[in-house]
């Protein structure tokens, strides 16, 4: 079975931190996905990885960097963190891109509130 | 912008009755997938059903697209407690960076 793991379930940071989330897979996908998921918004995609070094913009990649330094572990960055940036961040991974039929298997979700 | 949209956003519904969901989305599609997550937890896959065809089944769960409407329905027949979750539709654009977008979900309850 696939697995995705991320670094913590729950995490508590004050407005200005700088916060790292770490996602892991362990079935040597090639693509990699950081959610944010809000009540009434469902999930929106931040930033996403085909390759290790790669990464395009998502939907609201403002206020976020990623890094994808080896092919299993894809981290999202919140350089300054906000307020509005509280949220349930959620990790994913699918073998291909192109070909459109893969699943997309997520990780638990880190629940982040930034105070 | 959300490419799916879930309707109803919220249904509960007495063990062993049938719950229907139902995706609207806005642009050409390559497949459509249904994912579950349970309450503060990941999401789960589902169940997939490309665009060429009709209906799939898998287990209790059956679902069927209708390209010309731009929609598709989730059924999950004789609903257990264990179901109550939020379930999401997610498409994969035809001609987009072949990404999936997600709807915003329906929050299932199943009254023991």
């Known amino acids: 079975d696939v697995k995705v793991t991320q670094s913590s379930r729950y995490l508590v940071k004050r407005t200005g931190e700088k916060v790292f989330l770490e996602c892991v897979q362990d079935m040597d996908h090639e693509n990699m996905f950081w959610y944010r998921q809000d009540p009434g918004l469902g999930l929106r995609l931040i930033y996403f990885?085909?390759?290790?070094?790669?990464?395009e913009k998502g939907d609201i990649p403002e206020g976020y960097s990623v890094s994808r330094e080896k092919k299993e572990r894809f981290s999202l960055i919140l350089e300054s963190a906000s307020t509005n940036q509280t949220s349930m961040y959620l990790c994913?991974?699918?073998?291909?891109?192109?070909?459109?039929?893969?699943?997309?298997?997520f990780g638990p979700g880190t629940r982040l509130l930034v105070l | 912008s959300q490419q799916g949209e879930e309707d109803p956003q919220a249904l509960s519904i007495q063990e062993g009755e049938n719950a229907t969901m139902n995706c609207s989305y806005k642009t050409s599609i390559n497949n459509l997938q249904w994912y579950r997550q349970n309450s503060g937890r990941g999401l789960v896959h589902l169940i997939l059903i490309r665009s060429n065809e009709r209906e799939k089944h898998s287990g209790r769960l059956r679902v069927t697209l209708d390209t010309s409407k731009k929609s598709s329905s989730l059924l999950i027949t004789a609903s257990r407690a264990a179901d109550t979750a939020s379930y999401f539709c997610a498409t994969d654009a035809h001609f987009g960076n072949e990404k999936l977008t997600f709807g915003t979900g329906t929050r299932l309850t199943i009254i023991p």
């Open positions: 994913a991974s699918r073998q291909t891109l192109a070909g459109a039929e893969e699943t997309q298997y």
């Open positions: 990885s085909y390759d290790v070094k790669m990464k």
